[in-house]
């Protein structure tokens, strides 16, 4: 097999270095940029790369890899792939890859379960009075039992049905706004977002970041959950109209909210947000298990090393492209 070049985009080594390494071991090269900034900056980039592994949010957009013949994939060691042009790469018969195995799917779905409960029960309030004042009387009861409770969730993936399958023993019940419901879901009511907004007493943002999400839940549309309601989200920031659900919590209208991800991050040290009495706030970590970490890295150097090798990567996000992408780089 020829040697090949690999172009990795991203600062945290414990995911990059082992690429590297893999892909050096069996007779490739590699160039690394330790930033989006720092690839976007070289024109050339992908000029003679055969696999591009970055994070996420690196922007690759279609002229970068309409300008790389010999691109086969764009792989993103996690879930989102917010920066890729999925539909350019389509287009180009090049494959978005990422890393859907079930370790992160199942973090993150225990990982929204803790904000839920953390907010039903006051964690940070608790803590807070007992840290700063020592306090053991209870002025007034802040915590509200799951039981009873309608959970809605925004998307409907393998995150949002783990959280389902996890709660369903806890009598709450559920409903949905995805644009393809399953047809055996049956635990769950699928809705138009309006109405599982006005119907959910705890409101969890699953759904991933697109052009169709990007600040779907408006202010408008946040005033329309109940007063004393949960707002969670563990998916990505840009979902949510920050400053209206800054306002609308000053304004006593939720109970609580339970935020991992942010508009822009990482959160601004100034950011009103950090204020908030009511609010869990984690930065854009919360599901990360140490278990999740050790698959994302196996994950990564086996799904290079395949394309590498004329095989797609463990994970694809447009399978539409399989059969021309086997035809062309089949065992080359």
Same mark, same amino acid.
Request: charged share 20%; with cysteine; hydrophobic share 45%.
């Given at each position: ?22 892909? %050096?071991?069996?007779?490739?090269? @590699? =160039? +690394? ?12 980039? &992908?000029?003679?790369?055969? %696999? ?8 690759? $957009? ?57 907010? /039903? ?13 020592? *306090?053991?009387?209870? !002025? ?7 039981? #009873? ?24 019940? @559920?409903?949905?706004?995805? +644009? ?11 809705? !138009? /977002?309006?109405?599982? &907004? ?16 990007? #600040?779907? /839940?408006?202010?408008? +549309? ?47 040290? *100034?950011?009103? /947000? ?15 298990? +140490? ?11 086996? $799904? =290079?090393?395949? =394309? ?25």
């Amino acid at each position: 097999m020829p040697p090949q070049d690999v172009v990795l985009v991203g600062h945290m080594d414990f995911f990059f270095n082992p690429v590297a390494e893999a892909a %050096v071991a069996k007779g490739h090269r @590699f =160039v +690394r940029y330790k930033t989006p900034a720092d690839f976007l900056a070289d024109k050339n980039a &992908l000029a003679t790369a055969s %696999v591009a592994y970055a994070v996420g949010y690196c922007p690759v $957009s279609r002229d970068a890899m309409s300008r790389a013949p010999n691109l086969r994939a764009v792989i993103c060691p996690w879930t989102g792939t917010d920066g890729f042009d999925g539909r350019a790469a389509t287009d180009l018969g090049i494959i978005i890859g990422n890393g859907q195995f079930p370790e992160n799917t199942e973090s993150m779905a225990e990982a929204t379960v803790l904000m839920i409960l953390a907010c /039903l029960y006051d964690l940070g309030g608790s803590q807070a009075r007992f840290r700063e004042a020592d *306090d053991w009387a209870v !002025p007034h009861l802040t915590a509200r039992m799951l039981k #009873g409770k309608t959970i809605g969730i925004l998307g409907y993936g393998g995150i949002a049905r783990g959280v389902v399958e996890r709660l369903k023993a806890w009598g709450a019940s @559920f409903c949905a706004t995805t +644009r393809h419901p399953p047809a055996d879901a049956t635990s769950v009511r699928f809705l !138009p /977002l309006e109405d599982m &907004l006005k119907a959910s007493d705890i409101v969890c943002v699953l759904a991933p970041f697109t052009d169709e999400t990007r #600040g779907l /839940l408006s202010g408008a +549309r946040l005033a329309l959950m109940k007063r004393g309601s949960i707002l969670i989200c563990t998916s990505r920031g840009g979902i949510i109209d920050e400053a209206a659900l800054l306002a609308l919590v000053n304004d006593g209208h939720f109970g609580a909210v339970g935020l991992d991800v942010f508009e822009k991050e990482p959160l601004a040290k *100034d950011s009103p /947000l950090r204020g908030l009495k009511n609010a869990v706030l984690t930065p854009h970590s919360v599901g990360h298990t +140490r278990e999740m970490r050790e698959r994302m890295v196996a994950t990564g150097v086996a $799904s =290079v090393l395949r =394309v590498l090798e004329g095989e797609p990567p463990l994970y694809v996000c447009n399978p539409e492209v399989l059969g021309a992408w086997r035809a062309r780089w089949k065992k080359t």
